[in-house]
């Protein structure tokens, strides 16, 4: 006698799905602990607290060219490590601020700064929200002016049911 069919298949096995899982995490966990970001290998020795100030306010107003979204001070990439070591050499050497951005924007161009100057290179970037937002609202008065005059007053007659 044959065995009978149910009308539904059987259940996959979640148990053994899960215990795969939790294995591959339990594999997995000591590598991602591993990825994580690089300490600085050599740390900055400042020569006083105002250097140090204005090293770290230096920093902050500087772009890291890895991470894009990170200030200098704030990123863990081994460039932004490089680049800070490089920005304390340049300022124990007696270059000024203006100085030290300016051989950064040679090298990395105006990206590496957080409040880049305005020129005619990124006037867009300064200006185009600005345009962008006046001109949609010329169109959209252009827009109601024109359907205001296509709509025709109603007769007091059509108004009434």
């Not at 300022?91 to 924007?105: C, E, N, P, T």
Request: glycine share 4%.
């Amino acid at each position: 006698m044959p065995t009978p069919r149910t009308a539904f298949p059987p259940r996959p096995d979640l148990h053994g799905w899960l215990r795969g899982g939790l294995l591959l995490a339990a594999l997995l966990l000591p590598w991602a602990a591993l990825a994580q970001a690089v300490s600085d290998p050599t740390p900055l020795h400042y020569r006083s607290a105002a250097e140090e100030a204005r090293f770290h306010a230096l920093a902050a107003e500087l772009r890291c060219v890895q991470c894009q979204n990170q200030s200098l001070a704030d990123s863990n990439a081994q460039i932004a490590h490089d680049l800070r070591r490089e920005v304390l050499a340049l300022m124990q050497q007696g270059r000024d601020d203006a100085q030290i951005k300016q051989f950064l924007v040679e090298r990395y161009g105006d990206f590496v700064l957080y409040r880049p100057a305005m020129d005619a290179r990124n006037s867009v970037l300064w200006f185009g929200p600005v345009v962008l937002l006046v001109a949609g609202a010329g169109v959209l008065v252009w827009v109601v002016r024109r359907r205001s005059r296509q709509l025709q007053p109603m007769d007091d007659n059509e108004a009434r049911w």
